[in-house]
């Protein structure tokens, strides 16, 4: 992401690697754990959309790891999604996703997508948050090495398939996927905005891609939190 910030001379979509970061973010500036090994990538967009829609890239994004996820995982019910921004190994972080966008008010001219996946190495204890899911490694769960970049060229293939197709038909049909590999729908869960946290019955994502729980003074739709099980 700190290359993708640097590099001003992008102007069409562009993958940038790193086959060893010392200095990873994740969200609310976060530190994340890459030991080498796994895959922690960034692709440069110019998508020329609202902020609202550029947001909706976390679903595309996640989307298109599950897709990913399926060429090595057999059991496809192991894999599930997290709102708004983590995919889940047999209830265990693999991946986490992180949006930077820059642009005006009423369009988004640049659009960083940021991906860390646990391919082959567990992060240290010390930078997983408290609360926060324990990661998991894609390696451990097929019994053997996954070679990041050729898991990189998987996803982007699948991530280039799904960005047309929500640019083509919108939001309605991914939502739709997404939702059926929900992590916790129907369960009670809790997100936390700042120091405020709610706990209620996770009811669905809604069209603008907010979570949408069932809580004790009724619904509540939630734009951004993180969310805990």
């Known amino acids: 992401m700190a290359e993708a910030r640097r590099r001003r001379d992008i102007t069409r979509p562009t993958w940038i690697v790193a086959r060893r970061q010392t200095a990873g973010v994740g969200r609310r500036g976060r530190a994340w754990g890459a030991p080498e090994g796994n895959l922690a990538a960034t692709l440069v967009l110019a998508p020329g959309c609202p902020p609202a829609t550029a947001a909706l890239y976390s679903f595309v994004t996640s989307f298109s790891l599950y897709a990913t996820c399926l060429a090595y995982v057999e059991d496809r019910e192991a894999i599930t999604l997290k709102w708004p921004n983590d995919v889940l190994l047999n209830g265990g972080k693999l991946a986490g996703i992180l949006l930077e966008s820059e642009g005006t008010m009423s369009e988004v001219g640049r659009l960083s997508i940021g991906l860390g996946v646990n391919l082959n190495a567990l992060p240290e204890a010390s930078v997983v948050e408290p609360r926060a899911l324990m990661p998991v490694t894609l390696a451990e769960e097929i019994g053997d090495a996954v070679d990041p970049l050729e898991f990189l060229a998987f996803f982007a293939e699948h991530f280039a398939h799904q960005d047309r197709f929500f640019r083509d038909e ?14 916790r729908l129907g369960d009670t869960i809790t997100a936390r905005m700042g120091a405020e946290e709610v706990s209620g019955r996770f009811l669905t994502v809604d069209e603008d891609g907010q979570l949408v729980l069932e809580t004790p003074g009724g619904r509540r739709a939630i734009a951004a939190a993180d969310v805990f099980f």
């Open 170 to 183: 919108g939001f309605g049909p991914l939502r739709s996927a997404w939702l059926e590999r929900a992590a």
